[in-house]
């Protein structure tokens, strides 16, 4: 089938790239703001749970150079994007190691730094929690004893005086009679420890709250209009309305989650808010980076699933302890997306799904690439390996007979969207030669392969909106303005190539410019892997209104019937009446002469606005049916060629094959730019990515030496992304998000082939080569993991072994 | 206690007053205005600082700017006086870069490489650049537009930085 488009569907010159590779693009950091600019240095927790008794601040005022001192005394504010539980400073207790505390503003940053270790806070240590068994204990010291007080999304259910800060219950059909059909009921517990985004640009904001008290925000971001909605909120008793509030957000360098919504960035506020009349920067060293954004959450994932000696799935129970950490404000949303979409890609008729959000005294988590997804995918696809063995079928044969389709309905009672997950399990498992042995050259080594499917839906609120303006330059070329956020994925290119498509106007003569929230359009954040669908199809809009502007004034002007009229190559052309081209330069801002000399139209602008409108998140709280909380499903499916060394446990990736269903692909180089990215972001974190803390609930690792990412000696030695193109109906020509997905099937995948390789099945990620060469020797790593817990549990997985039904509170 | 001194930064000769504490990424970034080296981590892992000191790549947040008197120091700035290099323009055309933190960083370091072996294999591409670290693009697309800049380059030409 040929294609009828001619920008989409092209491998378009990235409209950034001469930005970038020039030096050009500028980040927050790089702004300019003159002499009179401020620098802060943070005074952070020493506890992971203490209160504070009292803060001393004048020693530090007394050093030259510094201009104030801040402490919680002076914020006792709380902010949060679904939930308010977190606090601008800890105000009356901390909550985790790195805790924000006081703040110094200096005139230079060596001065705050020095300043800021002069002053004193003095603590009084409470108990604190960090493993999830402990946190859930009838004595469990609360992180929040105030929880039933806070404000938070209507879809979130806290058991006050507990540390269970949401819990998402999905049920469908009925598990017992789901798992009296089975032939087979395998039952196992699959562990995921917290992980560290690590984007290179560290956070950074900096704040001006100038002498008529607007107040501006330059923010590495990726959510500008929800910054400034929550900021607006959080600092409401300051007297500042929305329109006070401006946010601009230059490039960023990297998100994967950890820019989205309000981290640090509410330090920039206050601070800026202190000092009136001066800029202020906050920039996060990489330590803080690690403890004081958002990590991944860690989790503890029980499954049962039962299925009939044919391959049927008949029913899952999949119970899911999440730890959250200190402050749930976003994180309580990734449990959410998880307990409504836990059955993976799959068709299965009884689903019991309980995904528990848990408060610890460890950093905030939060969203990363993923968002849930990837965290319990290790476990399920790990499971829907092992349950085919045991019934004696292929795991591919397997997962293909219970594949999700199109119309089939999903845990909370709506319906799949068009799916492509068939042809992409078939496609990779060819790529990949599913089933065909192979050796090494190497005699230590031994080759197996690993299968996985996954899928991911946008995680937003019901009325998640975009919106775009456009308008048309003399010369005939256009600027864009969107909110979403360019953090890498190409968004700025994808948009232009929307707009090109509709006006016919070339990529290269389309500038799409960064957010400023007092100028672009609203965007609610560059999160879910959504915007390519949301704002693509604000663009399509925006532009489409355009046209029909331009098509009106040549109406109007020379007569024309509007139907007979259409856009190409940049002019209006005219079917009845094929010698009339009329360049779009010639009228787009200075209208058209009439026979008259007079001339009719004017500036061409136009304004578009897009909003899923047939979502809801009204699921009863027991068992999440009646809503329609995602707007569609993204699918696909992975495999992975791995050589393991028997003698070292090493791990080599030599041939990774990902195929995903974008609906449409409005650019396949940068489609296959999230496959290469995404990968191998995934596999840092399936083989070697290992955060550690200590017994005191410190983090111990919190730099690239000792937290490592991988480098250019890293990568997979061949990596086939496979494109696939089920439209989505609702989106922009037929695309729907990719991003996050590419991520989502690498920690199966490998500890999939790891046993197929060497027949040893690793159930805590990572899965490093020490786990593995341990494995091997038959010594379980649990034994011997030492004092540092690289997880959100000290104890062995099998003991964690919660009773859901019997969890204390309401 | 303030000390004067020289570089010669991309062409120009800077005299510019430093303490002797100063490190000179800082001097780049906040005293000459040099923004293209970024702060990644401070402390050598990342590679986003990278310059050129003397024919050779440094990461400037390992170096005391003292150390950098009277040295000749080339940021990405200073490699274009015509327009991007081929290197560059490969870059460009491969949609190497997402996020482009770690691009100046990278090209500095890629240049380096190409002027000492015009001609790398694909381990000696990930050798030179392993010291600069990018979370986006899973390296391919970097490694593949210096592959193919490098095999391009006419014979005669290789070699010689521009």
């Known amino acids: 089938m ?17 930005d970038k590779v020039t030096g050009a693009a500028q980040y927050v950091d790089d702004l300019d703001f003159g002499p009179n600019l401020l620098h802060a240095e943070i005074v952070e927790s020493p506890h992971a749970h203490a209160e504070i008794v009292s803060i001393n601040t004048s020693a530090a ?33 901390v909550r985790f190691v790195g805790e924000q505390v006081a703040a110094v503003i200096a005139r230079d940053p060596k001065t705050a730094k020095r300043a800021a270790a002069l002053v004193k806070v003095k603590y009084k240590p409470l108990p604190f929690v960090l493993d999830l068994k402990e946190a859930l204990s009838s004595h469990a010291s609360l992180v ?149 954004t958002y990590q991944r959450q860690g ?36 449990v959410n997306a998880v307990g409504l979409s836990a059955t993976g890609p799959y068709r299965v008729p009884n689903v019991k799904i309980d995904s528990l959000c848990i408060y610890t005294n460890l950093p905030p988590g939060g969203p990363y690439r993923g968002f849930g997804y990837s965290e319990f995918g290790f476990g399920l696809e790990s499971h829907m390996n092992r349950i085919a063995q045991k019934i004696g079928m292929d795991p591919v044969a397997f997962r293909r007979k219970n594949a999700i389709k199109e119309g089939d309905t999903l845990a909370y009672g709506a319906e799949m969207n068009p799916s492509g997950l068939h042809e992409a399990i078939d496609r990779v498992a060819a790529e990949v030669e ?34 775009a303006f456009l308008k048309f330059n003399e010369d005939g070329s256009v600027n864009l303005t969107v909110s979403g956020m360019e953090i890498g994925q190409g968004f700025l290119t994808v948009m232009a190539q929307i707009a090109a498509e509709v006006l016919t106007v070339p990529v290269s003569k389309i500038r799409v410019e960064l957010p400023d929230t007092d100028r672009n359009a609203y965007e609610w954040q560059t999160v879910g892997s959504h915007v390519t669908w949301g704002c693509g199809n604000a663009v399509r809009a925006a532009a489409t209104e355009a046209r029909e502007k331009m098509l009106e004034t040549v109406h109007r002007a020379l007569g024309f019937e509007k139907k007979d009229l259409y856009l190409e190559n940049e002019m209006v052309k005219c079917r009845t009446k094929p010698d009339f081209a009329l360049p779009f330069k010639s009228f787009v801002i200075n209208g058209i002469q009439t026979s008259h000399g007079n001339f009719l139209g004017g500036p061409i602008l136009a304004s578009g606005m897009f909003m899923p409108e047939f979502t809801s998140a009204t699921g009863d709280p027991e068992t999440s049916q009646g809503g329609h909380p995602n707007v569609h499903y993204t699918v696909g499916a992975a495999a992975v060629k791995l050589a393991v060394d028997k003698a070292t446990g090493k791990m080599r990736v030599l041939k990774a094959v990902l195929g995903v ?87 199966p995948i490998i500890a999939n082939a790891v046993e197929d390789a060497v027949g040893v099945r690793i159930k805590t990620m990572p899965v490093t080569a020490e786990k593995v060469l341990l494995a091997l020797k038959g010594i379980d790593y649990d034994d011997v993991k030492g004092d540092t817990m690289g997880l959100c549990f000290m104890d062995k997985a099998e003991n964690y072994k919660f009773n859901v039904g019997a969890a204390k509170g309401k | 206690m303030k000390k004067p001194i020289s570089i010669k930064l991309n062409g120009s000769v800077r005299a510019v007053e430093i303490e002797p504490s100063d490190i000179l990424l800082d001097v780049l970034r906040e005293k000459l205005g040099v923004k293209s080296p970024k702060i990644g981590c401070e402390r050598g892992d990342c590679g986003v600082c990278t310059v050129i000191m003397n024919g050779r790549t440094v ?50 370091s890629a240049t380096e490489l190409l002027a000492k072996n015009p001609d790398p294999d694909e381990e000696e591409i990930k050798e030179a650049i392993s010291g600069n670290l990018c979370r986006c693009t899973g390296y391919e697309p970097i490694i593949k537009a210096i592959r193919e800049v490098a095999r391009n380059a006419p014979k005669s030409s290789r070699g010689k930085r521009r």
């Open chain 1, 144 to 292: 929040h004893p105030n929880l039933a007080n806070y404000r938070h999304v209507p879809w979130f259910f806290p058991r006050e005086k507990t540390n269970i800060a949401h819990w998402r219950k999905t049920r469908k059909g009925d598990v017992e009679k789901g798992f009296a059909e089975a032939d087979v009921i395998l039952e196992d517990t699959y562990t995921v420890p917290r992980y560290a985004h690590c984007a290179i640009e560290p956070h950074v904001i900096v704040g001006l709250y100038d002498l008529a008290g607007r107040l501006t925000l330059w923010s590495a971001s990726q959510s500008p209009y929800t910054q400034r909605n929550v900021f607006a909120e959080a600092i409401a008793p300051f007297g500042l309305t929305h329109k006070d509030v401006r946010v601009i957000t230059p490039y960023v360098g990297g998100g994967f989650g950890g820019k989205a919504g309000v981290s640090m960035e509410i330090l920039g506020v206050a601070l800026a808010l202190a000092v009136k009349g001066s800029p202020v920067k906050v920039r996060w060293t990489r330590a803080q980076e690690f403890y004081n």
């Open chain 2, 59 to 108: 990461r400037s947040c390992l170096v005391l700017a003292i150390e950098a008197d009277g040295a000749a120091i080339t940021t990405i700035e200073g490699l274009q006086a015509d327009g991007p290099t081929p290197l560059q323009q490969s870059f460009i055309k491969n949609n190497s870069f997402q996020c482009g933190f770690c691009a100046p960083g990278m090209v500095l």
């Open chain 1, 434 to 467: 599913w089933g065909r042995k192979e050796e090494s050259e190497n005699p230590n080594e031994v080759i197996g392969k690993g299968f996985a499917c996954f899928w991911k839906a946008p995680a937003m609120p019901p009325n998640a909106a975009s919106a």
């Open chain 1, 61 to 93: 005022e007394k050093v030259p150079g510094v201009v104030k001192v801040v402490t919680g005394k002076d914020f006792p504010y709380t902010f949060g994007l679904y939930m308010q539980d977190r606090y601008i400073f800890a105000k009356d207790r």
């Open chain 1, 661 to 747: 269903d974008v609906g449409k692909a409005i650019n396949p180089d940068l489609v296959r730019g999230q496959v290469t990215g995404g990968l191998l972001q995934g596999f840092a974190t399936a083989l070697y990515e290992d955060i550690r803390y200590s017994k005191q609930g410190k983090l111990l690792n919190p730099n690239f030496t000792d937290y490592k990412i991988p480098t250019a000696k890293d990568t997979p030695v061949e990596i086939v992304p496979i494109i696939i193109e089920v439209a989505q109906p609702d989106g922009p020509f037929g695309a729907r998000g990719v991003g996050e997905h590419t991520m989502i099937p690498t920690a």
């Open chain 1, 299 to 334: 989790v503890i994932a029980h499954i049962k699933l039962g299925a009939k000696r044919d391959g049927t799935i008949t029913a899952i129970d999949h119970t899911l302890h999440w730890d959250a950490g200190a402050y749930v404000e976003y994180g309580a949303n990734v």
């Open chain 1, 2 to 18: 040929s294609d009828p488009f001619k920008f989409v569907g092209t491998d378009a010159q990235r409209i950034d790239g001469v």
